[in-house]
């Protein structure tokens, strides 16, 4: 009997497809055939068949903590009221834009540029950045120690590209933008010539600040974005906004210093503050206001907020089920009170155990790795070597469950619990500034499908949601696991060791330890990978962009590379059968390729070439096997042919 498991099957594969050609194909040609994208998303693949089954768990254990009972348990009342008010649509419905009313009052109540300053506090509490972002932040040379960061932000569109590119796409986009904004402010009542014009004051604002923000691949480099500074150096950039009431309202702990990641964007800010009109800045705020509520507002404003960010920017024809969208946001919100319970159900102790054993052998590998390269020096190999022994290992979910009991949620109150939950969010966030930093603590909720690996912490973190099938499956052979899981696993440690992570030290800090000559070897190898993935066109006018995806792509080739060794060490040589007709070899790489089968709209592949630092799944799978000689082998692929790449890349 063929083994299959909710994600891995030969049945999924394009047999008559030639894997020397196109391997993507061959693994996933017939599961791409037979699952079209659903009307609700914009991409789907057997990773989000994945996130759909971690939903499904995710809807039964809040629709039973959703039924009223005296005898719940404070979690359970806090994630059941959540989701029953937001599920209530009749409710939100009659009380159309009545959540907002306090909000949009006090807007409208400003009468001077020295009163914008409450404001901006009170909006950032409720998660709209409104004109910059500000909160804590690891200092990347001290990096056990929390302090303040303002940071660029204030944008609506998705990237500052989005504002500064010319091409007819773009400039389509855009105004497909500004009638949405308009829109938006006519919904909350404004004239339609009033909101036109708006609309437009708005854009102007954002492109201004676009103007001043840093582009995406130079974000990558800690050093453009480590700007540590006294308040005074901060006020004298942007002298427009009173920046010692505005830290002092905020809630922030007192504090003389602070990152400011990129220094431009705040003299572009200081421009738009001083030069824009109150009304102006009055009317961008009150468009940051809904756009941050419309998820949670009335159909209107829900219909209207799907049609520009779901339809016009993704491609997706249906807004998804509301069920949904309040499972979405009591993670957002409440995901650690939630994520308690998704575990008890779908993560079990024995599961950590045996992930873990797969981490350290994994760790293993690329500590042979290293001592194995010709390209560097023993000193750099010290270093790197104290590095990787470093790393600490986080699975599954936190030790210590995050306390939300002072949240007040409120059922009936969709938007106020919103408010609340996501203030209490900020407020936590500013009262790590002066602090030492809590390395416990999860940047992504337990049911997440994802994983991640932090550089100023220089730890990794497998949350339970990723830990499932068909990543991980206890019911299947060690060489699918080891394709799928083991290859995520060496992707966020090899991680530590791509061009970002490369930057930080062993405790994490932003400090070079690398000799000259080996650092010049390491970019000689990146700038192959750079050209390697230029070249791929996930659409026919789109291009890669090998700079913005050079991390990503590291870690893949680097993870996929380190997983195979390990399972190659598990057999221990020992002759294995084959299953289903393939050779354990075979069966690893096929494994890596299926976990990310995938179709995609259009819309959506354009947006992600823009903003996503991962290649497209076709591109992750057939770049990195072009590259691997062991590849080749499994398949008998020679010279000269597609999957077969030349020059094979590699960094790890
Ligand atoms: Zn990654």
Redesign the pocket.
């Known amino acids: 009997m063929a083994q299959t498991s909710p994600g891995f099957s030969t049945a999924n594969m394009d047999t008559l497809a030639n894997p020397c050609v196109d391997f993507y194909q061959y693994a996933c040609g017939t599961w791409m055939a037979n699952n079209p994208i659903p009307a609700d998303q914009s991409r789907w693949g057997i990773f989000d068949t994945l996130a759909d089954r971690n939903r499904s768990t995710l809807r039964g254990i809040l629709e039973k903590a959703a039924v009223e009972d005296p005898k719940r348990e404070a979690v359970e009342q806090k994630i059941g009221d959540f989701y029953a008010s937001c599920m209530d649509e009749a409710a939100i419905d009659k009380l159309g834009t009545q959540p907002l009313a306090p909000e949009l009052k006090r807007i409208s109540a400003i009468q001077s540029k020295e009163q914008i300053v409450d404001e901006v506090v009170r909006l950032h509490q409720h998660g709209a950045d409104v004109f910059f972002s500000f909160s804590s932040t690891p200092d990347y040379k001290n990096s056990m120690q929390m302090i303040a960061g303002a940071d660029q932000g204030g944008l609506g569109l998705p990237d500052r590209d989005y504002y500064l590119k010319d091409d007819p796409k773009s400039v389509k986009l855009r105004e497909q933008y500004v009638a949405h904004v308009q829109k938006m402010l006519e919904l909350a009542g404004e004239p339609a010539a009033k909101a036109a014009t708006d609309a437009q004051a708005i854009l102007l604002i954002e492109t201004e600040l676009a103007k001043g923000s840093l582009d995406r691949v130079s974000r990558r480099d800690p050093n453009k974005t480590y700007h540590k500074m006294p308040v005074k150096d901060l006020a004298a950039l942007a002298p427009g906004l009173d920046w010692t009431k505005f830290f002092a309202a905020s809630g922030a702990p007192s504090f003389t210093e602070l990152n400011v990641g990129v220094p431009d964007f705040f003299k572009a800010l200081n421009a738009v503050l001083t030069s824009t009109s109150l009304a102006d800045l009055k009317v961008y705020m009150t468009w940051h206001l809904l756009h941050s509520e419309a998820p949670l507002l009335a159909k209107p404003f829900l219909d209207e907020n799907f049609h520009y960010f779901g339809q016009t920017l993704t491609g997706t024809t249906e807004l998804e089920p509301r069920w949904k969208r309040c499972v979405e946001a009591t993670d957002d919100d409440l995901g650690f009170a939630l994520g308690q319970k998704y575990v008890e159900q779908a993560f079990p102790p024995a599961a950590k155990a045996r992930v873990l054993g797969m981490v350290q052998e994994i760790e293993t590998m690329l500590g042979q790795d290293i001592q194995s390269l010709d390209w560097m020096t023993p000193a750099t190999k010290q270093q790197a070597l104290m590095k990787l022994h470093a790393v600490t290992n986080k699975i599954g979910y936190p030790d210590k469950w995050r306390d939300y009991s002072s949240v007040k949620i409120v059922r009936g109150e969709a938007v106020g619990n919103d408010q609340r939950a996501t203030e209490f969010e900020v407020r936590r966030q500013l009262s790590k500034i002066g602090q030492r930093v809590d390395r416990g603590e999860w940047n992504m909720t337990p049911p997440t499908v994802n994983a991640y690996y932090s550089p100023l912490q220089n730890n990794i973190n497998f949350p339970a949601g990723i830990l499932q099938p068909p990543f991980f499956d206890n019911r299947m052979d060690a060489a699918v696991n080891y394709g799928a899981i083991g290859s995520v696993m060496g992707?966020e440690l090899t991680?530590g060791f791509d061009d970002q992570g490369r930057q930080f030290d062993a405790e994490g800090n932003l400090r070079d330890w690398w000799t000259p000559e080996d650092a010049k070897e390491f970019e000689k190898r990146a700038e192959c990978f750079i050209k390697e993935y230029s070249a791929f066109t996930p659409l026919d006018d789109v291009h890669l962009n090998g700079k913005l995806t050079l991390g990503?792509n590291t870690?893949d080739n680097g993870g996929v590379r380190l997983a195979f060794r390990a399972l190659m060490q598990s057999l221990n040589g020992k002759p294995q059968p084959k299953v289903d007709g393939f050779t354990p070899q075979q069966r690893f790489f096929l494994a890596w390729g299926q976990a990310w089968c995938e179709n995609v709209r259009p819309e959506m592949a354009r947006m992600m070439a823009q903003t996503d630092p991962h290649s497209p799944p076709r591109d992750r799978v057939n770049g990195v096997l072009g590259n691997m000689p062991e590849f080749r082998q499994a398949f008998a692929c020679h010279e000269g042919q597609p999957m077969v790449h030349a020059p094979s890349c590699r960094v790890w």
Do not use: I
């Open positions: 992707h991680h990503e870690a």
